[in-house]
């Protein structure tokens, strides 16, 4: 993480304010008040768009769905709040069918289900294709998302959320490490049109190098998010200022805006972007050095991730195996297209171009030993020698 992102925290966490209301903490609740400006202008997101500053994007994605569910049922004269969602009119769930498994998990919690959903048809890097979306209605709840988690790639919102819009469809992006390609010039692209969505989760905590417990729930529609996160109680005592209690399931809550705060402050505008490009630019560097050492590079490096192969499943599982006992690289394993693959995340603003060098050499090496344990097994003991003997560990970037 920056160093006055840490800076921030430790001062933060020795005031030991609690960021739930305006009148407990004021300082927290005007820094909150500025990241939240300074978020939506550096992601382009729609201007007065509401953040409520959570954990993670697990939350984030819990709070926007949240919103969506309501907002879709009270236009069908369904208040949600009260009456649940027993005998409420339905609500349809649209999602890519590279979705995010918190996605799922934001569902079950939501009663919408996680099996009655649609998923849409994705490409081979994982994007949602605009053509496989069904006609669009105001009953829809639709969850796209900035980076998919194994080959970094963007849903193409431009085509996708203009329709959806104009079809009054509530539209959630899961941009938990994505979204802030947005604020690099280069890459920017990537999330044309994710403005055009209703609500947006990203998190400070992965590609902005802020400290972890750092979620960001963004919402177009302010009240919808402060409805669907709303109580009461004789004792709040809500003000005229920023109560960021309004935008998080939470109520007492560290006061992460300080840190988040740090950080903007810290890199600036043009840093944030400096920081997002020298991780993309990288994972190329990473991709373009395990391609020279004759791994295969399974998905198109729109970001910052590469999947990585062997010759063979095998061989792939084995050199996992042995790239995260060396303890020279941590990656994680995935299964993308029906094969392994060794899936690295450029993640941190601290990993060096010689980093990244050592990684491949470190990659190169680990093959070298997998071959010859999958050599020896096969003179020493026929049989079965491929799949299933290493058991992946899911990573999030
Ligand atoms: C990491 C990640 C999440 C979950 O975020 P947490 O901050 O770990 O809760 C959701 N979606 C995507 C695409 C992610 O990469």
Same mark, same amino acid.
């Given at each position: 993480?920056?160093?006055?992102?840490?800076?921030?925290?430790?001062?933060?966490?020795?005031?030991?304010? $609690?960021?739930?209301?305006?009148?407990?903490?004021?300082?927290?609740?005007?820094?909150?008040?500025?990241?939240?400006?300074?978020?939506?202008?550096?992601?382009?997101?729609?201007?007065?768009?509401?953040?409520?500053?959570?954990?993670?994007?697990? =939350?984030?994605?819990?709070?926007?769905?949240?919103?969506?569910?309501?907002?879709?049922?009270?236009?069908?004269?369904?208040?949600?709040?009260?009456?649940?969602?027993?005998?409420?009119? *339905?609500?349809?769930?649209?999602?890519?069918?590279?979705?995010?498994?918190?996605?799922?998990?934001?569902?079950?919690?939501?009663?919408?289900?996680?099996?009655?959903?649609?998923?849409?048809?994705?490409?081979?890097?994982?994007?949602?294709?605009?053509?496989?979306?069904?006609?669009?209605?105001?009953?829809?709840?639709?969850?796209?998302?900035?980076?998919?988690?194994?080959?970094?790639?963007?849903?193409?919102?431009?085509?996708?959320?203009?329709?959806?819009?104009?079809?009054?469809?509530?539209?959630?992006?899961?941009?938990?490490?994505?979204?802030?390609?947005?604020?690099?010039?280069?890459?920017?692209?990537? =999330?044309?049109?994710?403005?055009?969505?209703?609500?947006?989760?990203?998190?400070?905590?992965?590609?902005? $190098?802020?400290?972890?417990? $750092?979620?960001?729930?963004?919402?177009?529609?302010?009240?919808?998010?402060?409805?669907?996160?709303?109580?009461?109680?004789?004792?709040?005592?809500?003000?005229?200022?920023?109560?960021?209690?309004?935008?998080?399931?939470?109520?007492?809550?560290?006061?992460?805006?300080?840190?988040?705060?740090?950080?903007?402050?810290?890199?600036?505008?043009?840093?944030?972007?400096?920081?997002?490009?020298?991780?993309?630019?990288?994972?190329?560097?990473?991709?373009?050095?395990?391609?020279?050492?004759?791994?295969?590079?399974?998905?198109?490096?729109?970001? $910052?991730?590469?999947?990585?192969?062997?010759?063979?499943?095998?061989? =792939?599982?084995?050199?996992?195996?042995?790239?995260?006992?060396?303890?020279?690289?941590?990656?994680?394993?995935?299964?993308?297209?029906?094969?392994?693959?060794?899936?690295?995340?450029?993640?941190?603003?601290?990993?060096?171009? *010689?980093?990244?060098?050592?990684?491949?050499?470190?990659?190169?090496?680990?093959?070298?030993?997998?071959?010859?344990?999958?050599?020896?097994?096969?003179?020493?003991?026929?049989?079965?020698?491929?799949?299933?003997?290493?058991?992946?560990?899911?990573?999030?970037?």
């Amino acid at each position: 993480m920056v160093p006055a992102a840490l800076a921030a925290k430790w001062l933060a966490d020795t005031w030991d304010q $609690n960021a739930a209301l305006y009148v407990i903490s004021p300082v927290a609740s005007v820094l909150e008040s500025l990241c939240e400006g300074w978020l939506v202008s550096l992601l382009g997101l729609p201007p007065g768009s509401a953040a409520g500053f959570v954990s993670g994007t697990s =939350t984030a994605t819990l709070c926007g769905l949240a919103a969506g569910r309501d907002t879709l049922l009270r236009r069908q004269g369904w208040d949600a709040d009260d009456r649940g969602l027993f005998g409420a009119p *339905e609500i349809r769930v649209l999602l890519g069918a590279q979705a995010h498994s918190t996605v799922y998990k934001a569902l079950s919690i939501l009663g919408l289900g996680k099996a009655r959903v649609t998923l849409l048809p994705a490409d081979d890097q994982g994007r949602v294709i605009p053509e496989g979306v069904p006609a669009l209605d105001d009953r829809t709840l639709l969850v796209l998302q900035a980076g998919n988690v194994n080959t970094g790639a963007f849903d193409p919102f431009a085509a996708i959320c203009g329709p959806a819009r104009a079809a009054g469809a509530w539209v959630h992006v899961d941009g938990a490490f994505g979204l802030w390609a947005a604020a690099s010039e280069r890459r920017r692209e990537l =999330t044309d049109g994710v403005h055009l969505a209703d609500s947006w989760s990203a998190d400070a905590h992965k590609t902005l $190098n802020a400290p972890y417990d $750092n979620g960001i729930v963004f919402c177009r529609h302010r009240e919808a998010l402060a409805r669907a996160m709303h109580m009461t109680g004789s004792y709040i005592v809500y003000s005229r200022e920023r109560d960021g209690m309004r935008y998080t399931p939470d109520m007492s809550r560290r006061a992460r805006g300080v840190e988040i705060w740090a950080t903007l402050k810290a890199l600036g505008r043009r840093g944030v972007g400096e920081l997002v490009d020298d991780l993309c630019d990288k994972a190329l560097a990473l991709a373009a050095g395990l391609e020279s050492q004759g791994f295969a590079v399974r998905n198109r490096v729109c970001f $910052n991730q590469v999947l990585a192969a062997c010759a063979s499943p095998a061989l =792939t599982e084995a050199t996992l195996a042995a790239l995260q006992a060396s303890g020279e690289c941590w990656c994680g394993g995935a299964v993308w297209a029906g094969e392994p693959v060794i899936r690295l995340s450029v993640c941190s603003y601290a990993t060096t171009a *010689e980093d990244i060098q050592r990684s491949v050499r470190a990659a190169a090496h680990a093959r070298e030993q997998a071959a010859r344990t999958l050599q020896g097994r096969t003179t020493t003991a026929p049989g079965p020698i491929a799949g299933g003997a290493q058991p992946h560990r899911e990573t999030t970037s």
